[in-house]
């Protein structure tokens, strides 16, 4: 099992962001008819006015919660921009995000923190990933996947962070609500289910939870977010779960969070376009957090919960297959099933070899989408 981890990781580490990853949908909603929340302290002035002037280009409006600043500071005097301060609401930490949740009629609101470098395109990205997987999906890019039974906050999960590559769109149990997004009226969110301050991200995944919304990850490439660095970095909510996480933990065990890689397959059916496009990079990627969690292996009794879901997801898909790649379809989605369930046999070996081969006969140009990704991530060119 340790040889299968390391090899896995070399070849998600070595593949770059597939160019064959589905594209965001396309859409009739406005991509800028989102609304951003944020909090921030006196501290961060420098960071929180990099935030506000990439962000406010690309949405309708901004609400900044003011947690214990004496003044107002003048750059966010604008017509699009919603003060609220912690002298009129008191002082509610990270909640403040979420403070704004009624006073915006956006289709999306998206909650950020005041210390990340966001791209001139994050807004659009996040609203493509989100319409293509549907109106109850909430995405993000700070990212995690808990085992069954929680016991650390931070020390027992897989985390995606938001400064470094991810390949594949795949669901989580927790989205870190400094790049977060979601569709207003689905959610039906309240101020109020953002309970005890100082951990929004546990509230957004009991809420989630709550609703049996899903909560995804989104691929992109290393460096495409950024920290920006803070003369107070030892003073923040990370270090304050890494000394007591047990009001976090009590509330996500309740909830009942946590993930098998049954209940992670599950969602990745639910959604016909993800279960047509998932790729032998997207079932390494599954199986590397859930081995590393130590998350039992998918029994082969269970393959057939999945195997005639995704097989019909990639026809109805692709019309128009090759009939050599239609006629090891089957045989295909056992290989992935058994890749992500962490089972690697020596006839699989056989397999990806006959597969390499028939690829290369067809020819990139006429691959469907997971075909195709499979093509880079095997590095056939």
Do not use: C
Not at 187 to 201: C, F, K, R, V
Request: net charge neutral; glycine share 4%.
């Amino acid at each position: 099992m340790a040889d299968l981890v390391s090899q896995l990781k070399k070849r998600v580490k070595a593949s770059p962001l597939a160019k064959f990853i589905p594209s965001p949908a396309s859409t009739t909603k406005n991509l800028k008819d989102v609304f951003v929340g944020l909090a921030s302290i006196p501290s961060r002035e420098h960071s929180l006015e990099q935030v506000v002037n990439s962000l406010l280009p690309q949405v309708a409006g901004l609400g900044v919660y003011l947690n214990n600043w004496q003044t107002v500071p003048s750059f966010l005097k604008h017509p699009k921009i919603q003060v609220a301060r912690s002298q009129d609401h008191g002082d509610v930490r990270d909640n403040g995000k979420f403070f704004f949740i009624d006073k915006t009629n956006a289709t999306f609101y998206a909650t950020v923190d005041d210390d990340i470098a966001y791209p001139k395109n994050y807004i659009s990205t996040l609203v493509g990933y989100q319409q293509m997987l549907g109106g109850t999906y909430a995405v993000g890019v700070h990212a995690s996947v808990y085992p069954p039974v929680i016991k650390k906050l931070l020390r027992q999960r897989y985390l995606w962070h938001f400064a470094f590559e991810a390949p594949s769109l795949l669901p989580v149990d927790m989205i870190g609500t400094g790049t977060l997004l979601f569709e207003r009226a689905y959610w039906q969110l309240e101020y109020s289910e953002i309970q005890t301050p100082g951990m929004a991200d546990v509230w957004f995944a009991v809420a989630a939870k709550k609703r049996d919304f899903g909560l995804w990850v989104i691929p992109r490439e290393a460096g495409w977010m950024a920290t920006i660095e803070q003369e107070d970095s030892e003073s923040n909510l990370f270090n304050e779960g890494r000394l007591d996480d047990s009001v976090q933990v009590k509330a996500l065990s309740e909830a009942k969070i946590g993930s098998t890689r049954r209940s992670l397959l599950e969602q990745v059916v639910r959604v016909p376009k993800l279960g047509s496009a998932f790729s032998i990079q997207d079932a390494d990627a599954l199986a590397i957090a859930a081995n590393k969690l130590s998350i039992p292996e998918l029994q082969e009794e269970e393959f057939r919960l999945f195997d005639y879901a995704l097989a019909i997801h990639k026809r109805e898909s692709n019309k128009n297959m090759d009939a050599r790649l239609l006629e090891l379809l089957d045989k295909y989605v056992q290989f992935l099933l058994r890749r992500a369930s962490g089972r690697i046999y020596a006839n699989d070996i056989d397999f990806e070899t006959d597969y390499k081969a028939m690829l290369k006969e067809v020819g990139l140009a006429n691959l469907p989408v997971f075909a195709a990704r499979d093509w880079d991530y095997l590095k056939l060119a």
